[in-house]
């Protein structure tokens, strides 16, 4: 019981901040579907500074401190990245569903091109040295032993950043403003605040949440492999955020139960009933988007989503 515990909190790392990355976009008013691509961007490029760091000796005696640098660097890039569906969406007023859409279909054809001219192949491999991701914890307090006795670093730095940032957007001034935005930005104005400005933070905040929470998902579940491709974790973030009613409670309740079902498949042959049952691995990886499915069926009516979301900001309307 408690190696699935473990295992699902692996999984469910990533889907916790890429959902919150989505709520943050959402709750300034954009709606953000290129969760994915931006996983995909911001897990190339910190994979490509991986091997450039490593290849350098730049910071290997120092293994955790470098992959918090490079967890980092995915997140800016993923930020960076994301800066193309805030000119889309908030400057030009575009539909903001085909932009997202845009996004998540141009994030793997730049990641394959790269890959291809640089490494001569559609994947990058993390270094066989490169381990920095694993912290013991023998020396920490018993209930974070909840983790493993050895734990993903990545797991720690992720749950920080949610409980600091869902504290963050309901607690402080440029929080409340940015949810402002997102549910009367024309209320929200006549107050003095800068829509735009509040929604190209949301969405940028978003990209650089989805970056951390895409090289966390190659460091971790992938294996250390990074392509174009994380197997629809975006997309599943999506499905939490919405479940979890675009809030951080709902969300983090979410993203530990599609973590459960997400790991189900790689350990079926671990849990003896499970490898009685003889079912493929296949099977269990369709499940969790099964009941995504009948989730959202059930929860639609009950729909917190911000009345702006969606909406391109016009000053002359009312």
């Known amino acids: 019981m408690v190696f699935l515990l473990q295992k699902t909190l692996v999984y469910a790392a990533p889907l916790l901040i ?11 008013g954009v709606i953000n579907l290129a969760l994915e691509g931006e996983m995909i961007f911001g897990a190339f490029i910190g994979a490509i500074f991986a091997q450039f760091f490593v290849g350098h000796d730049i910071l290997v005696g120092n293994i955790q401190l470098l992959f918090f640098v490079i967890l ?13 569906l805030s000119l889309s969406a908030v400057t030009l007023k575009a539909d903001q569903t085909i932009g997202g859409t845009a996004l998540n279909m141009l994030a793997p054809a730049i990641v394959n091109a790269f890959a291809l001219s640089l490494f001569n192949s559609e994947k990058i491999q993390m270094p066989a040295n490169f381990a920095g991701y694993v912290i013991k914890n023998e020396n920490l307090p018993a209930f974070v032993q909840i983790f493993g006795d050895k734990a993903y670093l990545s797991t720690y730095i992720i749950v920080t950043v949610f409980i600091v940032l869902s504290v963050w957007i309901y ?11 997102g549910e009367h930005p024309q209320a929200a104005a006549s107050v003095g605040i800068n829509v735009f400005k509040m929604r190209y933070l949301g969405t940028t905040i978003s990209g650089f949440l ?17 392509e174009s491709s994380v197997g629809g974790m975006g997309f599943l973030a999506l499905a939490i955020m919405i479940f979890g009613n675009w809030k951080p409670l709902g969300i983090a309740l979410g993203a530990l139960l599609f973590g459960f079902l997400k790991c189900i498949g790689p350990v079926s042959s ?16 369709i499940v969790p988007f099964v009941v995504v499915l009948v989730v959202l ?19 002359g309307m009312r």
């Open 210 to 226: 989805a970056g951390i929470g895409g090289y966390a998902y190659i460091a971790t579940i992938a294996d250390g492999t990074a």
């Open 18 to 28: 890429v959902a919150l990355a989505g709520m943050f976009a959402e709750r300034s």
């Open 297 to 315: 069926a059930i929860t639609s009516k009950k729909s917190g989503v911000p009345k702006a979301e969606g909406i391109p900001y016009d000053k």
């Open 72 to 84: 980092m660097i995915s997140g800016i890039s993923a930020a960076a990245f994301s800066l193309l």
């Open 171 to 181: 607690k402080t001034r440029t929080g409340m403003r940015l949810r402002s935005c």
């Open 270 to 285: 671990s849990i003896d009933f499970l490898s009685k049952l003889g079912l493929p691995m296949y099977f269990y990886n």
